[in-house]
Each structure stands twice: as structure tokens, then as C-alpha cells.
């Protein structure tokens, strides 16, 4: 998320200009809301997808920033903006550079922050005009930074804890044994010893959540699941063979779970991809992670979920 260094930068007397992708047609290589950041230095963070329109972008962005001024530019991604592979996408993309010059440009985004570190989405919306004098107005839906409860210190939740590292999760394990959570197997991870069942029950959990369930037996696993079933996470998944998993949801469901709930877990847990290691199964686990995040949800392709047959397992129909 760049507003959270604009707003420094602002404050600190450094003019910025915010590059947004505000539309995008045909084939391209990033998607509507994309964002880059470039100093009067021509220093970046973020992208626009690299590549040829990302280095003519920064140097126009550093020309109208020392200016003071705002604009659109308009790029069609022909034999004129080859990529940095030489292949050529052949859409169209609009990308606004907004000029922010004092700390009072920051203001709606300093409000944007302020919600998302409220743990709430917003949206963050802005007007502007194209060349031809045609009024815009650009919206985009954001979201806090998604949580993801690790529900099990062992080889399998160490190694999703490591390929998640880079996704931009904020990572919490949680085990019983303190010995397994240590900074060496799990750096830059929020670590939670204690009882799996109660620390869960006690989390913070909001739709903005993913909790994955990866103890060390059946029975931690139905005790972790039964703990935040009903709870308001985006995503609930459950390691295990699909008989250990009709076997906890046909518990929870002589407990009075509802229906819904049981179908809703992501059990077995992850993209079939015919994992084995501790790691290939990190990274199926990961990989329908990003998917539910990005909007693909339970039709993500290779999906081992069960769903609505786990369910009527669990129920013996």
C-alpha cells in the first residue's frame, strides 16, 4: 500500500506524483487500480507492469511533477511500447499522474488509511479530465490487509508461513507448544502460545480474515474449526484426507452447525496440484489463498474443496 509513505513523504516535504491505472482495456499488464509512486528524483515504488510504458510514465510523471501539474496519459500497447521480453499485449491503458505537492494533498488519503487501519474497507475516489476535457471520476474499493491465522507450528504451517511472507498477508501462528514458535522458524510472524481452541476463539477475527487450520491431529483440528466456524472469516480451510474431514464436519453438525457453514470450509485444503512436501502443499495452500482474495472464491481452478459433498457425507445422505 503506497499512502501510507506518500502521507510520510508529504509531511516530510517531498513532493510525490501518484501514477494510477484508471483504465484499461484489451490486453495488459496489470489491472485497473494499479499504482506507482514517483519522487522528483525519479525514484518508483510500485508498478504499472514494468516494461517500456512504466519508464515513459516515470519520466513524464518527474516532468509534471516539477511542475506542479496533473495529467492523463494515454498508451496503446503496440510495436511502439515492446515489453522488456519483446512481446507486445496490444491493449490500451489510461494512467492518471496526480501531482501532490503539501501535506494537504494527503488529506483523502490520510482518510482512506485511516479507515483501513480501522480494519475497514473504503473507497478511494478522485475527478479528473482527459485531454479532450471530458470529466472522469475514478473509484476503487480497498481493503484492510488481510490477516492470516496459522492454526498449527508445524512443518506445514512453517512453510505456508514462509511463501505467504511475500503476499502481503499479516501472518499469526498459533500452537501449544512454545518451543515450535520461535523467531528462527517463523520471522516476521506475530507468534501466540497457548491453548489452539481458546487462543482462536478469543482472536479479532473480521471478513478480512483467512484462517488456516493445520494442527497436529484430528482432534485439535475439529476443536480449532468448531472454535471459528461461526465466525466472520473470509476463508476457513482444513487439512486432512477426506474421510478425517467428513469425520469432523459430521461432528460439528451433530453440535448444530448449520448447513451453510459445514459446506463453506475449503477442505481438503488447497489447489490440486499433486503436492507432497511440507512445501508443494505450502504452496497449493497459497495459491487458493490468493484466489479466494482476488475474487476467484471456491471456483478457483483445481480446488480440492468438497464443499456441498462433504456436507452430505456429514449429514449421511
Known amino acids: 500500500m503506497l499512502f501510507p509513505q506518500i502521507i ?20 495488459t499488464p496489470q489491472r485497473t487500480g494499479a499504482q506507482m509512486l514517483v519522487t522528483p528524483s525519479g525514484e518508483t515504488r510500485g508498478t504499472l507492469g514494468g516494461g517500456c510504458v512504466e519508464a515513459e ?7 509534471l511533477l516539477a511542475r506542479g501539474e496533473s495529467r492523463l496519459l494515454t498508451f496503446r500497447l503496440d510495436s511502439d511500447y515492446g515489453w522488456d521480453d ?31 487501519a480501522g480494519r475497514r474497507a473504503a473507497v478511494y475516489s478522485f475527478a479528473y479530465a482527459t485531454d479532450a476535457g471530458e470529466a472522469r471520476t475514478f473509484s476503487q474499493t480497498l481493503e484492510p490487509v488481510p ?37 528462527e522458524r517463523f520471522p516476521g510472524t506475530t507468534l501466540l502460545a497457548g491453548d489452539i481452541e481458546a487462543t482462536l476463539r478469543a482472536y479479532p477475527i473480521d471478513p478480512f480474515t483467512y484462517v488456516v487450520i493445520v ?48 459446506a463453506a470450509v475449503h477442505a481438503p485444503i488447497g489447489l ?11 504452496v497449493s495452500i ?3 489463498l490468493v484466489a479466494v482474495r482476488r475474487g476467484k472464491g471456491a471456483g478457483a481452478g483445481g480446488s480440492m474443496r468438497m464443499g456441498e459433498t462433504a456436507w452430505r457425507a456429514a449429514a449421511g445422505e
Open 286 to 288: 497459497a495459491a487458493e
Open 215 to 262: 494442527t497436529r491431529g484430528h482432534k485439535n483440528d475439529g476443536r480449532a474449526l468448531g472454535a471459528v466456524i461461526g465466525s466472520e472469516a473470509k476463508y476457513l480451510g482444513l487439512i486432512g484426507s477426506k474421510r478425517k474431514i467428513v469425520t469432523i464436519l459430521r461432528e460439528l453438525a451433530g453440535q448444530g452447525v448449520a448447513r451453510e457453514r459445514l
Open 57 to 63: 510514465v516515470r519520466s513524464r510523471a518527474m516532468g
Open 272 to 282: 490440486d496440484i499433486g503436492a507432497v512436501t511440507p512445501g508443494e502443499i505450502a
Open 86 to 116: 519483446g512481446l507486445i499485449c496490444g491493449g490500451n491503458m489510461d494512467v492518471y499522474v496526480h501531482s501532490l505537492v503539501t501535506p494537504g494533498d494527503a488529506g483523502p488519503l490520510a482518510e482512506v488509511e485511516a479507515a483501513l
Open 147 to 183: 490477516r492470516l491465522i496459522l492454526a498449527g507450528a508445524g512443518h506445514v504451517g512453517q512453510a505456508l508461513a514462509a511463501v505467504v511472507r511475500g503476499l502481503e498477508f499479516a501472518v499469526s501462528v498459533i500452537d501449544d507448544r512454545p518451543d515450535f514458535l520461535s523467531a
Open 8 to 27: 510520510r513523504l508529504l509531511d516530510a516535504g517531498q513532493p510525490v506524483a501518484l501514477c494510477t491505472l484508471v483504465r484499461a482495456r484489451g490486453s
